[in-house]
């Protein structure tokens, strides 16, 4: 119990430092559409692509061609950066002007906006950082996918990983259609999981909020753990557990199936097999 409080005393003062950020940046659209403006399209070879960005929104979607297409907000053009190199792609967009703590303008700000569009292909890498605002992936297939986002949210959809890791300090992670091995972490938010197979590993974290898994397929063998220090948790679908306590749920068939981990702080736990 005095782990749970001190952990928690800490995130509240990460909570309370990210607020500086969350004001100082521009999590609403100023009043219109954004004029989006395409600035790169690329159609050499790449394998890997790296995504960095100080605020705003980062959108990876598939693309209507065999070309990348790059397209940045209009007013945000000047400070976007690209660069391949060995089939590597950087994709920079640095705002300095977005983190002016003076300002502490929420409402009726500029929000960046950075798409790029994929074509049909198996990518090796998509590594994308965030500082502040909302990472949206929809319809790529990649080997390693890595998104980090300090403040805001991370969707995942239609995506085919062999892993995947999803790390977000204050928000909310969201997966639809995922396969392969996952991880997901949060210390204040929520972890939403979907998945079309429970196949490898997967791995979910919260210090304060919740975490909901749905599986639409279990493997013959598996092992499965439940962990929360104070709160529920709360199965649907599944076989008797060998170990059914207020703070762990576990249950384990055979030897060689996958593990998922699932452990809350404080708040709950929810997984689901239809």
Excluded: C
Excluded at 18 to 34: D, H, I, N
Excluded at 79 to 107: A, G, H, P, T
Excluded at 204 to 224: F, H, Q, R
Aim: proline residues 2%; without cysteine; charged residues 20%.
């Amino acid at each position: 119990m005095l782990k749970t409080t001190m952990r928690l005393g800490l995130l509240f003062i990460i909570l309370g430092i990210s607020g500086l950020y969350f004001f100082g940046a521009p999590f609403t659209s100023s009043s219109g559409e954004t004029t989006m403006n395409e600035t790169d399209t690329i159609n050499d070879t790449v394998a890997d692509i790296y995504i960095e960005a100080s605020a705003g929104s980062l959108i990876v979607e598939p693309s209507s061609d065999d070309d990348i297409h790059i397209l940045v907000s209009d007013k945000d053009t000047a400070d976007l950066s690209v660069q391949l190199e060995s089939e590597r792609l950087s994709i920079l967009l640095d705002q300095d002007r977005v983190f002016n703590l003076s300002r502490f303008n929420l409402f009726g700000s500029h929000r960046p906006q950075l798409i790029i569009t994929l074509p049909e292909e198996v990518y090796n890498q998509l590594n994308i950082k965030l500082a502040v605002g909302d990472i949206d992936i929809d319809g790529v297939q990649v080997d390693s996918l890595t998104a980090k986002n300090n403040v805001g949210a991370v969707t995942v959809s239609q995506t085919k990983t062999d892993t995947a890791s999803v790390e977000i300090n204050i928000g909310q992670i969201s997966v639809s259609g995922g396969m392969g091995e996952w991880l997901a972490t949060t210390d204040i938010g929520e972890v939403d999981l979907q998945l079309l197979r429970f196949e490898e590993d997967i791995t979910a974290e919260v210090a304060l909020g919740a975490i909901n898994i749905m599986t639409e397929t279990m493997p013959k063998d598996y092992n499965i753990t439940l962990d929360v220090d104070l709160g529920e948790i709360q199965t649907e679908g599944l076989n008797t557990a060998d170990v059914d306590t207020i703070q762990v749920w576990q249950s384990r068939i055979g030897t060689n199936g996958p593990k998922l981990d699932a452990s809350v702080d404080l708040g709950q736990i929810s997984l689901e097999y239809h």
